[in-house]
Structures are given as structure tokens and as C-alpha cells.
């Protein structure tokens, strides 16, 4: 029986290709205490904090969100657990659950896991996606010019511990670790955690080329091939996303592939991002965006400002990004660092 607001309650956000919009990710800083070698600069400008949007706004937004029907919401950088009383805003989404939420979750590079764990389970984290890219602690070093290996092993094992389900996220490297994912999906697959391999995307300037970093996924599918038996799920990811997965007999895991190069995922795509500035893309391959920042900050009336933002934005999602990575010297795609608009 609908009750009596039913009436009331505000449009959900389709786009005019008929995609309805019912995930958020939602990045809470541009900062990182690593440099992975194809998200970010060895050196890098951060934004001043003066331009974040305040824990107390990015709730703000995320509600504006869950009132037009967005249902699940990722929070994501940057690294989101170093930003400072990170764990206010977990627990404030926490409260949504339940009552037009249904996931919260984080992708994480894990080196503050260890630390935040039994935290984030509390305030209703249930699953966390965890980026790392080898097991072998020197070229862990190497792909994130400063990180300890070890650290972000305890992190994992503390988010397994705390009850987490683990995804491990790996971009795939052709002179890295492009030979050493079968064992990567056996480690991750031992431990009964998913995973999901990522083609190198063109974004931001990272002072390397990603003409040698590319390798297509088809690539490294074809030698899992030749070792196991894959068997594809469903044609897409139930969750709208950009992944297809895998079934593997022998290790009994599921395995993902994420090819914006080979194979453009766009047609279900169900998601918007928002920035640590408040800029809202409607798509991450492309430079539109509205400023929800603005509609916060100068407006007398934040949330019809920020639903009047939020239809402008839905008018402006693309029906596909449009990279390519196909010569050796060229430039990204966009300027912007996938830490920028959080992956
Ligand atoms: N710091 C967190 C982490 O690494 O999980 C969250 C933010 S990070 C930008 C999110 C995801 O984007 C990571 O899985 C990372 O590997 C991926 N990523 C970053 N730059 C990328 C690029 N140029 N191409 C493909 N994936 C990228
Ligand atoms: Fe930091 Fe994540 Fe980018 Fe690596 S991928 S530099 S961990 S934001």
C-alpha cells in the first residue's frame, strides 16, 4: 500500500537514455600517502582544503542523493581513510541505512585498514574493495612509488577479520604485474575473496606513458584460459557496473574485468561521481559537470538548489565515455587524476 507521502516523494534520476541513477560514488579527498604510477604525479599539487566540501556537506549531498532514489553509495578519493574524522561521515551514512540506503562501502588502498576496520563493520560497512596491484613487496614499492607492503597486508587481514568481504581491484601493468596475475588470483581466491582486473584508463598526467603501461585485458584472459576453466556469469554485473565476471573452476573464485579500452561498458551505467569539491560527472570519461558546491554554499535554500543541480547533471550524462589509448607519447584523455573524480 503506498503511503500517504508516496505524492511527494521527489523524481528518481533517469537520464534521457532511460538509465536510472541509483549509485553514488562519492570521493571525500584528492589525497593519498601513496603515488601509483598511473593514478597520480610523483609529485603532486592537492587541492586546498578551503575547496573540500566539509564532512557535514558531503552528508548534505549524499542525502540529497538517497532522496532521488540512490540506493547504494561508495565512498572513495584519493584515499578516504586519511582523511581526518573520516569515520564521522561512515557513521552519519551509517544512520541512512535501512531507511533509503542499502550499501555503504569504500574502496580503499588499505593502509589504514588495520586501524579502521572494526570501525567501518560498525557503522554498516559490509563490503570494501581494496586496490593492490602485486604481491611481491619490492614492485609494490615500485608501482606505489612509497608504499609498505607489509602494512597493507595487516589492513587486509584486518578487514578479513572484521568481517569484511574482501574485492581485491588490480591494474593490470604490462611490465609489472601483467605476468604474475594467476598467482594474484589464486592468492585472492584462496582466501575467498573476488576480484577484478582494471585496464589502465588515460587520466591525468602521471609522468609515465600509458602506451607501456596498456596491456588488454583479453590479453591476460587468453593465458587464464589456457591454465583454467572460466566461465562467464550473467552478461553484466548485477550491480549496472562496468565489470564482467568469471566463474573459475579450479579456484572456485569469481574474477571481474573492467575494459574501458577493449570494450566500452557504458550502456547500463547506473552511476554518478561526485568530487571532493563538490562537481558532480556524470560520466568518468568525460569533462562535464555541474557544481553542487555552489548550489550548497551560496544558495538560501541548499536543497531545492541541490535538486535543481542534480537535474541539470542528469540532463548532461553522456551515453559513453570516449578514450583510447593508441600511441606511444600521448597524451591522457582528460587532465584530470581518477583521484580527482574518485574511482
Ligand atoms: N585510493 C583508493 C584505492 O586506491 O583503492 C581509492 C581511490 S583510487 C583512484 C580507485 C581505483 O582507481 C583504484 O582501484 C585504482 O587502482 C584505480 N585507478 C586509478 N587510476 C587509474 C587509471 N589511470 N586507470 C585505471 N584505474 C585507475
Ligand atoms: Fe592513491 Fe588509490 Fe591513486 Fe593509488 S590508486 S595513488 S592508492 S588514490
Known sequence: MPDGH????????TDRFGREISYLRLSVTDRCDLRCTYCMAEHMTFLPKKDLLSLEELQTVADAFIRRGVRKIRITGGEPLVRKDIMGLFEGLGDRLGSGLDELTLT?????LETHAEALVKAGVKRVNISLDTLD???????????????????????????????????????QNAGDIPR????????GYDMTLIEVMPLGITGEDRYDQYIPLFDIRDELERRWTLTPEDA????????RYVRIAETGGRLGFITPLTNNFCAGCNRVRVTCTGRIYMCLGQDDHVDLRAALRES???????????????IAKPERHD?????????PALDRHMSVTGG
Open 236 to 243: 553484466r554485473d548485477a550491480n549496472g557496473g562496468p565489470s
Open 137 to 175: 613487496p619490492d614492485m609494490f614499492r615500485e608501482i606505489t612509488r612509497r608504499g609498505d607492503y607489509e602494512k597493507v597486508m595487516r589492513g587486509i587481514e584486518a578487514g578479513a577479520a572484521a568481517g569484511l568481504k574482501i574485492k581485491i581491484n588490480t591494474v593490470a601493468l604490462r611490465h
Open 108 to 112: 580503499t588502498n588499505a593502509t589504514q
Open 300 to 314: 538560501s535554500d541548499p536543497q531545492a538548489a541541490l535538486d535543481e543541480a542534480l537535474d541539470r547533471a542528469l
Open 323 to 331: 578514450f583510447e589509448i593508441n600511441q606511444r607519447g600521448q597524451g
Open 184 to 191: 594474484m588470483v589464486e592468492w585472492a581466491h584462496t582466501r
Open 6 to 13: 508516496t505524492a511527494l516523494k521527489p523524481a528518481p534520476l
